[in-house]
């Protein structure tokens, strides 16, 4: 009997790819070609063994899953959020904490939006997860640099229309209150917004797979979350059927440790690392 094996792509987006020159179309609004507003080292290759994944072993996929980061281009965790307290911009890849801000070293651009910036940094500073990074602007709802990879966008079009099935998109990030980086749940969920609750249902869909490949970007911290999420909400069995493909990930620079460390943490937990290689074998195997 086929197996239900079930393809998990995190963010595969423009964004976070190390995009070589071929993958970089002319923007006609600037004149020069798109540039990645946070490139991930590795993540373009990591995206053409994903492609290979799928137009190699598709027939013996049973679902293919896409989550996309969509941002405003006003976010919490970009800099057009945040000022300096003498008034100077906020670079990308600063760290900005609760007691500085109440220091008044970071502030709001907005003045009206101090008092709910600082109950999400002290929520957020309380979970022990994260603390805010002011990202680069990256992956803006209808950008190119929010679009998927060319190539795995291709490969997954010939997968739908090979097996006439529906691969499925599952937006995230677009409330800008709060970080995304989990595709089933925002750092600090709003309770007016069910978006950034939990998704149980779909966690649920992937527990009834046989298995289900981990992929996507970047491994430090998206497919990190995402992960964490997802295992902390199946049981021992279910969780063992979770692969995370190791080839097909990559951290973010400065974020190795961290990336190494998620791995170790659910290895230890029941999950199985396993190399590209390895499961096209296994897809082709279940293709019959």
């Known amino acids: 009997m086929k197996r239900q094996l079930h393809l998990l792509v995190i963010d595969p987006q423009n964004d976070f790819c190390d995009l070589p020159a ?12 798109h540039a990645p507003a946070l490139p991930v080292a590795g993540a373009h290759a990591d995206m053409l063994r994903v492609a290979q994944l799928i137009d190699q072993g598709g027939v013996g996929l049973s679902d293919i899953s896409i989550t996309l980061d969509s941002h405003h281009r006003l976010d ?14 906020v670079t990308p890849f600063t760290q900005i904490e609760a007691g500085q801000v109440r220091a008044g070293e970071f502030l709001p651009r907005d003045p009206q939006a101090l008092a709910r910036a600082l109950d999400y940094l002290d929520a957020l500073e309380t979970g022990e997860r994260y603390r805010l990074m002011v990202w680069p602007v990256h992956c803006e709802i ?19 229309e090979r097996t ?3 691969v499925a998109k599952l937006r995230k990030g677009s409330n800008p209150w709060t970080e995304h980086y989990s595709a089933v749940q925002a750092e600090v969920p709003d309770a007016g917004d069910p978006d950034t609750q939990l998704n149980l249902p779909f966690i ?7 298995a289900v490949y981990i992929t996507g970007e970047a491994g430090s911290h998206c497919v990190r979350a995402t992960t964490e999420h997802i295992a902390q909400n199946l049981d021992a069995a279910a969780r063992a059927r979770l692969v995370l493909v190791t080839d097909c990930m990559s951290p973010v620079a400065g974020f190795e440790q961290q990336h190494h460390d998620f791995l170790a943490a659910m290895q ?21």
């Open 204 to 210: 649920q869909a992937l527990a009834r797979a046989d």
């Open 22 to 33: 071929s993958h970089l179309p002319v923007d006609p609004a600037q004149g020069r070609p």
């Open 76 to 89: 919490i965790a970009h800099p057009t959020f945040w000022r300096r307290g003498d008034g100077a911009a």
């Open 268 to 288: 230890a937990a029941g999950l199985r690392l396993a190399a590209s290689a390895q499961v096209l074998e296994e897809l082709r195997a279940n293709a019959g």
């Open 164 to 166: 006439l099935g529906v």
């Open 142 to 160: 209808g950008s190119w640099g929010g679009d998927v990879h060319a190539d795995v966008r291709a490969a997954y079009n010939r997968w739908e």
